[in-house]
């Protein structure tokens, strides 16, 4: 991918078409193309990594927290 817009678009499609959460997206595209997913972080758009971080709450799989509880 050329930058993260089109890398994070491109997931976001991934995700829609194979009805995947967007982390699932990116654990899929680096297993096809025998990535490491700690070397597509830095492709990872903030809007992306926002609606990750919702779908993981959502999940249950991050906690909720609120600007008063971050230390």
Known sequence: MSDEIDFSLFIENLANDKRLSRMD???LYCADNFIDPIDVVPNISKSLKDKIEMEMIEEGK?????TSEVV
């Not at 991050?62 to 609120?66: E, G």
């Open 25 to 27: 997206a990116i654990l």
């Open 62 to 66: 991050l906690p909720k927290f609120t």
